[in-house]
């Protein structure tokens, strides 16, 4: 099986999908075979990497399509359907495994996957920490962005003791980062302080092309590569890539 990166984090607006999005097409560009799965409503990721609301989610029987012309990368969108699988699955039994079960059968065709994640701690992501081999978290430096960390971690342990989940934390990526705010330079020797390993050394900085990027659809690969949030993904790709090697 080739490594499954459930990308969560409980609170919204943290750059969980633009991680996705940009990680995985930075994936891409070094190779391998990526496969996205737009797992967050929301469709975000969706709409810059296929049209939005096309097809249906992995749930309800989505299949991998290509996310354009961009080298080997692949979605399975959102889907219009994924706000009710959750209702769905909350009325299984053992719908917390959906996910899992539905990637098994196509998980051998990609060298990594990257699952995005709504922000919070329901099915939908539950399903995907249980899918997951491995656990990213993308952190903004900011006030209580540790205490959230740590209940994040404590619920990933609740689920790893359940013997259900079997995943690992692969990373913490410090994002939207403003080295001139002293709470955010706090905040990251902080986290480094406490997950040393754990935390990759690169930052992402605050950056006006990340921002504008998925507004016209695109990654920051396809929208400008050289600007430092395209540096910052290309370094935090590589970066990802030798832990998971490890
Ligand atoms: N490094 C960054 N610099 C500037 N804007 C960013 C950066 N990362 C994300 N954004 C913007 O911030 C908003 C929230 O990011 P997003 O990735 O959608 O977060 P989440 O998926 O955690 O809710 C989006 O509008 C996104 O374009
Ligand atoms: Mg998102």
Not at 66 to 71: E, H, I, K, L, V
Not at 109 to 123: E, G, K, R
Request: with cysteine; aromatic share 4%; glycine share 10%.
């Amino acid at each position: 099986m080739p490594p499954i990166i459930a990308v969560s984090n409980q609170k919204g607006g943290v750059g969980k999908t633009t991680s996705v999005v940009n990680l995985a097409a930075g994936c891409g560009l070094a190779g391998l075979k990526t496969l996205v799965v737009d797992n967050d409503p929301q469709g975000n990721a969706s709409s810059v990497l296929a049209e939005r609301g096309q097809g249906t989610s992995i749930y309800a029987g989505g299949q991998p399509k290509p996310a354009g012309q961009r080298p080997n990368l692949w979605v399975i969108t959102a889907g219009a359907d994924l706000l009710e699988q959750e209702q769905i699955l909350g009325r299984q039994n053992g719908g917390r495994l959906t996910l899992k079960q539905r990637l098994a059968p196509m998980a051998d065709q990609f060298d990594v996957i990257f699952i995005d994640c709504p922000p919070n701690l329901s099915l939908l992501p539950i399903n995907a920490l249980l899918a997951a081999s491995h656990l990213l978290v993308p952190l903004q430096c900011e006030y209580y962005a540790l205490e959230g960390l740590s209940q994040l971690l404590a619920y990933v342990d609740e689920l790893r003791e359940g013997a259900q989940a079997n995943l690992e934390l692969c990373g913490i990526l410090l994002t939207m980062f403003d080295p001139n705010h002293p709470l955010a330079v706090q905040v990251e020797r902080e986290v480094r302080s406490h997950f040393s390993e754990r935390t990759l050394p690169t930052v992402i900085p605050r950056d006006v092309s990340l921002a504008a990027a998925p507004s016209h659809g695109k990654t920051i690969f396809d929208y400008d590569p050289l600007s430092i949030g395209g540096l910052a993904y290309l370094a935090a790709t590589k970066e990802l890539l030798h832990g998971l090697k490890r």
